[in-house]
């Protein structure tokens, strides 16, 4: 799918006194799609979202929605919409009120507002609550309101500030599907601030990581926890072990990491292009992680690599039981600890590894990723 | 039958010591009011002895031509330094609170000084400002000649309307407002349509207290008003000076009455507000 591009950020700075709170942001969002703003509390996500529906105005650097420049156009007339991490819903107003409101401020025909006001209410499923006061809401539908309220003005974009934070875990996970279908709906592009991975992974489109104020990477989910770029991101999302090593072998079929923290070289089926010789840093998922029991010295066969390469011995110090999967805590020889991780596809009792069990750990050539910073 | 609690040491409904306290504080406090109303009822003129009902006093009241004008006066006044404090002090409050500006400390601190000036202070500064500095006409016609006090009692009920709505604001909600600019308001309207409707329960609060504090200033009053300009308070205190008749408890009553009507009232509005609003 190649959409056009919507939102068009060139370089922008947002500087609060000494401090950048977004630096040198280049950044592109396409019409239609589902981006989330991904990254740690303060850094910078919160303050972009912000520059977009123009709440703050930036120190450098341009914003272009629809190929118009945002930099004169004041937040009540930009063509974006904002759901607020307060939902920011007027207590003093009815759900009718509240999502009437900008029309109101628009002039909008009383007739047409009245139908676009319960479409609206709708859509999110709460027509029956029309009359009711925010106090009377639970903070559920006082996200739907807030919700619809902002859609009801037909933005071209609509903004979400940690939309799921407040929700309880139930909730949460009602919320996403409940989301990704409004969106499906009416097509408008969203752009969704979070902290959590999961959710930025299991709705986005594409995801931007941030990192004090620096954009990190921008890829989609997958991508993203498949190839992560940096060690920031590789750690960022998700859980991954990370071994420092010495690329010793880098042709471009294949390349050879020797680390003296795992104790045997990783062998990969792919090259890196990095100087010779120098540090890097390999990242392996603990789902990639292959774990069978260590009976005698022949160690399993991993297949795409060189015997002795990708397998490495060690006993299991603790384990982590969560239910749909277990997290097992690996020591090596060198005292390395990696994490593995186990879909439990049989019961409990019949996981077949305990604390204090020598194992095998063996991954995919194909599975390490290499990163260079 | 439930065993009774253990009496607390603040349990004062159930310590005789306390209980008794506290009817002290109640008979202080309101037996003086209590036989004000109650010898505005009396038939003698005199408030020593009880001889008979009688609300002859009352129509006396309403026939007395210089108590009524000193009692619309009072009102004017009241009610003109009341609209007044009330839009200075939102201003000064949202000011205060939005805002940082250089010696915003003083500023603060300057606002507040009315509140703890001694009233014959500001009063014979009043005096002093409108006699040689800014002498008020003297022969202005109503409502015009009560400018100088208004005035004066602009000057020292706005700092606690200013007080109330800045405390107010503390507890609301930034995003709120810039919902509504989101939403399309500009900043007007945004602040009409949010931040007014979230003050509201300080303002009324605070233009209740401005109109009971202009209501019932004597001091500052006295030395302002011009010859020919009487409020209640001072009319009052000129009747006393020769007896107190069941006259004057009569329209002390009926100021009474009205003031707490009043004090109902905003009470009322603004219990309504606070329940509305909680939930922001």
């Known amino acids: 799918m190649t959409a056009k591009t919507l939102i068009r950020i060139e370089q922008l700075t947002k500087r609060f006194g000494d401090f950048a709170a977004v630096d040198d942001v280049s950044l592109e969002i396409r019409e239609g799609e589902f981006f989330a703003l991904l990254g740690p509390s303060g850094c910078g996500k919160t303050t972009l979202l912000r520059l977009l529906a123009g709440l703050e105005t930036p120190s450098e650097g341009r914003i272009l929605i629809d190929d118009v420049d945002m930099a004169r156009v004041p937040p009540n007339k930009r063509p974006v919409n904002m759901v607020f991490q307060s939902y920011a819903v007027f207590p003093h107003m009815s759900v009718r009120d509240n999502v009437a409101y900008g029309l109101k401020v628009d002039k909008v025909a009383a007739k047409e507002r009245q139908a676009r006001v319960?479409?609206?209410?709708?859509?999110?499923?709460?027509?029956?609550?029309?009359?009711?006061?925010?106090?009377?809401?639970?903070?559920?539908?006082?996200?739907?309101?807030?919700?619809?309220?902002?859609?009801?003005?037909?933005?071209?974009?609509?903004?979400?500030?940690?939309?799921?934070?407040?929700?309880?875990?139930?909730?949460?996970?009602?919320?996403?599907?409940e989301l990704a279908r409004i969106q499906d709906k009416v097509g408008v592009t969203f752009v969704m601030v979070t902290h959590d991975q999961n959710e930025a992974l299991a709705m986005a489109c594409r995801c931007a990581l941030m990192h004090k104020g620096v954009l990190q990477?921008?890829?989609?989910?997958?991508?993203?926890?498949?190839?992560?770029?940096?060690?920031?991101?590789?750690?960022?999302?998700?859980?991954?072990?990370?071994?420092?090593?010495?690329?010793?072998?880098?042709?471009?079929?294949?390349?050879?990491v020797a680390s003296a923290a795992l104790g045997v070289p990783i062998y990969l089926d792919h090259g890196v292009t990095g100087a010779s010789g120098s540090t890097v840093w390999v990242g392996i998922r603990p789902e990639?992680?292959?774990?069978?029991?260590?009976?005698?010295?022949?160690?399993?066969?991993?297949?795409?690599?060189?015997?002795?390469?990708?397998?490495?011995?060690?006993?299991?110090?603790?384990?982590?039981?969560?239910?749909?999967?277990?997290?097992?805590?690996?020591?090596?020889?060198?005292?390395?600890?990696?994490?593995?991780?186990?879909?439990?596809?049989?019961?409990?009792?019949?996981?077949?590894?305990?604390?204090?069990?020598?194992?095998?750990?063996?991954?995919?050539?194909?599975?390490?990723?290499?990163?260079?910073? | 039958m439930r065993a009774r609690e253990p009496k607390g040491p603040l349990d004062y409904a159930r310590s005789t010591p306390l209980r008794l306290w506290v009817g002290l504080v109640l008979v202080f406090l309101y037996a003086p009011l209590a036989c004000l109303v109650a010898f505005s009822f009396n038939e003698s003129?005199?408030?020593?002895?009880?001889?008979?009902?009688?609300?002859?006093?009352?129509?006396?009241?309403?026939?007395?031509?210089?108590?009524?004008?000193?009692?619309?006066?009072?009102?004017?006044?009241?009610?003109?330094s009341t609209l007044v404090s009330l839009v200075l002090g939102a201003m000064v409050a949202v000011a205060l609170w939005r805002f940082r500006f250089p010696f915003k400390p003083a500023f603060e601190g300057l606002v507040a000084l009315p509140i703890v000036v001694p009233e014959i202070c500001m009063g014979v500064s009043m005096l002093v400002f409108f006699s040689r500095i800014l002498p008020w006409p003297t022969d202005l016609p109503w409502p015009l000649d009560l400018g100088s006090i208004v005035i004066a009692?602009?000057?020292?009920?706005?700092?606690?309307?200013?007080?109330?709505?800045?405390?107010?604001?503390?507890?609301?909600?930034?995003?709120?407002?810039?919902?509504?600019?989101?939403?399309?308001?500009?900043?007007?309207?945004?602040?009409?349509?949010?931040?007014?409707?979230?003050?509201?329960?300080?303002?009324?609060?605070?233009?209740?207290?401005?109109?009971?504090?202009s209501l019932d200033d004597f001091v500052i009053t006295f030395f302002t008003a011009g010859p020919d300009t009487v409020t209640f308070p001072v009319k009052v205190y000129s009747m006393v000076r020769f007896s107190v008749t069941p006259e004057v408890n009569a329209a002390s009553t009926l100021l009474m009455a009205l003031t707490v009507v009043l004090t109902i009232i905003g009470l009322r509005i603004q219990g309504r507000d606070v329940a509305e609003m909680g939930n922001g």
């Not at chain 1, 989609?220 to 859980?239: C, H, K």
């Not at chain 2, 606690?160 to 405390?167: C, D, T």
Request: aromatic share 10%; glycine share 8%; net charge negative.
């Open chain 1, 288 to 373: 990639k992680i292959d774990m069978a029991p260590r009976d005698g010295d022949a160690p399993p066969d991993q297949g795409g690599g060189a015997v002795g390469h990708n397998v490495v011995a060690g006993e299991i110090r603790h384990s982590a039981y969560l239910g749909s999967e277990t997290i097992y805590e690996i020591a090596l020889a060198t005292g390395t600890i990696v994490k593995a991780l186990r879909s439990n596809i049989r019961r409990y009792e019949e996981r077949g590894f305990d604390d204090g069990d020598s194992v095998w750990l063996s991954w995919d050539a194909r599975s390490p990723v290499v990163l260079l910073s």
């Open chain 2, 153 to 213: 009692h602009i000057s020292f009920s706005f700092p606690f309307v200013a007080i109330i709505v800045r405390a107010r604001l503390a507890s609301f909600n930034r995003e709120l407002e810039e919902g509504a600019k989101d939403l399309g308001a500009g900043e007007f309207r945004a602040f009409f349509d949010v931040l007014v409707p979230h003050m509201r329960p300080a303002l009324i609060a605070g233009a209740l207290l401005a109109f009971t504090l």
């Open chain 1, 217 to 256: 990477q921008v890829a989609t989910p997958s991508d993203l926890y498949e190839y992560p770029n940096t060690r920031f991101v590789a750690d960022f999302i998700g859980s991954i072990n990370l071994f420092e090593g010495r690329l010793e072998v880098d042709e471009p079929g294949h390349a050879v």
């Open chain 1, 118 to 177: 319960i479409e609206a209410l709708e859509l999110v499923k709460l027509e029956d609550l029309i009359d009711r006061k925010p106090d009377q809401l639970s903070g559920g539908q006082r996200q739907r309101v807030a919700l619809a309220r902002a859609l009801v003005k037909r933005p071209r974009v609509l903004l979400l500030d940690e939309p799921l934070s407040a929700l309880d875990a139930k909730l949460r996970e009602a919320m996403r599907f």
């Open chain 2, 45 to 80: 003129k005199r408030n020593i002895v009880w001889t008979g009902f009688t609300t002859d006093w009352y129509g006396k009241v309403f026939d007395d031509g210089d108590l009524i004008t000193a009692f619309v006066n009072s009102l004017t006044i009241a009610a003109l």
